[in-house]
């Protein structure tokens, strides 16, 4: 076994596809501090910068005197504490929908759904770059899992109208991860209904920042929620803590609870988590000059870039991949953006396609102008967009 494993770590190495842990020893902002040296932070998912924003750690902190560290059991035990159901039913109120069920990770999310809702024989529909998550979940349930091409409803409605399964599911990103474009949502919607599909949207990088109240991709392209009958959003990105949940009727929370098995065989997350995010909903609504800060963050970005002939894919969100094509010329200029105190990861395969290596570059509400023309300036200095 060590000859193997050492053979596909080599094979890693010699591919450029080897991957390592940077440790931080700052919280999350704009800027981190790795190994002594300070570097400009563009690749973190801390949308807002809610991550240490002092109201959420003093939340926190309550949270730990109320409730104590940990949870104790799984949900259906005795983890279920009064803060979990304090903020399932806040969320519930955030994005509409009359419930809502807290997961310890947003892969365990969407793991649990899909399995939960199909079986064998059963047909599962996913854009073709979706989440991992979402693609594994489709895998788990041992449904027929067939994808589509990228953000094509007509490519989806032709699959879905071939179909012969009596259950069938169509799951899809909000804001897709990598290249921080939007699902057709509507046109997804429609192809599903005609042909009595669920849709499930994973808005992971949608809430709370997409949309004039932060209410996601669905706000943004006023979705009903008889459209998209299951939403599942994630609480470490925009909203700064950590976890997950899912959205629906009660029908649909009811059955999760019986059948998930993401959901009933793991601890509850700490209950002070739960604190915490309440706090990140109440500043979701108090401060959306976060919100009008990050979009401006985001405009500013591509009118530097266009004008610095850097290319920009087609993504009006706070993910702005630069997609260089080949692996080893992607890592050369994360390494060269390091060497000058700027964190961008490069992107490669498997996550995404062969000969699309990427940096994926996001932007918060707590970056400045200054910090965004000087990471212009050094991608400039190393050759991007020349």
Known sequence: MKTTLQQFLDTQKANHLYRARAVVDSPQAAELLIDGKSYLNFCSNDYLGHANHPKLAEAFINGVRQYGVGSGASHLISGHSRAHHELEEALAAFVGRPRALLFSTGYMANLGVISALLNKGDHVFEDRINHASLL??????????????????RDLLNKLGASKAQTKLVASDGVFSMDGDLAPVKALASAAQRHNAWLMIDDAHGLGVVGERGR??????????????????????????????????????????????????????????????????????????????????????????????????????AIQPVILGDVEPTLQVSHGLKQQGILVTAIRP???????????????????SAQITRLIETLHTLGVGQ
């Open 216 to 317: 996601g991709v669905l706000e943004l392209l006023s979705i009903t929620n008889a459209e998209v009958p299951i939403l599942v959003g994630t609480l470490g990105k925009a909203f700064g803590t950590f976890g997950a949940f899912v959205a629906g009727n009660d029908d649909l929370i009811e059955t999760l609870i019986q059948k998930a098995r993401s959901y009933i065989y793991t601890t509850a997350l700490p209950p002070a988590i739960a604190v915490a995010t309440l706090a990140s909903l109440r500043l979701i609504d108090d401060e959306a000059w976060r919100r009008d800060r990050l979009r401006e963050n985001v405009r500013l970005f591509r009118e530097l870039a266009s004008q610095a002939k850097i290319p920009l894919s087609d993504s009006e969100t």
């Open 136 to 153: 594994d979940g489709g895998l788990l349930s041992q449904a027929r899992l067939q994808r589509y091409l990228h953000a094509d409803a």
């Open 350 to 368: 498997p996550t995404v396609p062969q000969g699309t290596a990427r940096l994926r570059i996001t932007m918060s509400a707590e970056h400045t």
